[in-house]
């Protein structure tokens, strides 16, 4: 299985960046894709999270209504569009995928893949 990130970068707070995984190895229809982020020093936390087959979103309270997942079952993607971005969005940022309950996607413990990560850096 692998997930491949990309998409992040430098950009002034305010700004937007898209972010991208694209999982090969899995039936992509079957799993919960979420995203999650690891700034310096600190655990890695939760940002999003979708249902493997469609409708349903979850979000970390800091990021709501800034960042919307999405997912492309044709093209295998999970999508994080991010917007109004602040210094504090600062971080490496990980697509993971899980099955089971949706809920379980929004802890570590429940991630059964997870992407290498994509720097995203917000300056103040």
């Known amino acids: 299985v692998q997930l491949q990130a990309s998409g992040g970068g430098l950009v002034q707070a305010g700004g937007s960046l898209r972010l991208s995984c694209a999982a090969s190895?899995?039936?992509?229809?079957?799993?919960?894709m979420g995203w999650f982020r690891q700034a310096p020093g600190k655990e890695r936390e939760f940002v999003a999270a979708?249902?493997?087959?469609?409708?349903?979103?979850l979000y970390a309270d800091s990021v709501k209504g800034r960042f919307t997942i999405s997912t492309d079952n044709a093209k295998n993607t999970v999508y994080l569009q991010m917007n109004s971005l602040k210094p504090e969005d600062t971080a490496v940022y990980y697509c993971?995928?899980?099955?089971?309950?949706?809920?379980?996607?929004?802890?570590?413990?429940?991630?059964?893949?997870w992407g290498q990560g994509t720097q995203v850096t917000v300056s103040s």
């Open positions: 190895g899995l039936t992509f229809s079957s799993y919960h």
């Open positions: 993971a995928a899980g099955d089971g309950v949706l809920v379980r996607v929004t802890t570590t413990s429940g991630i059964d893949y």
């Open positions: 979708i249902r493997c087959c469609g409708g349903r979103t």
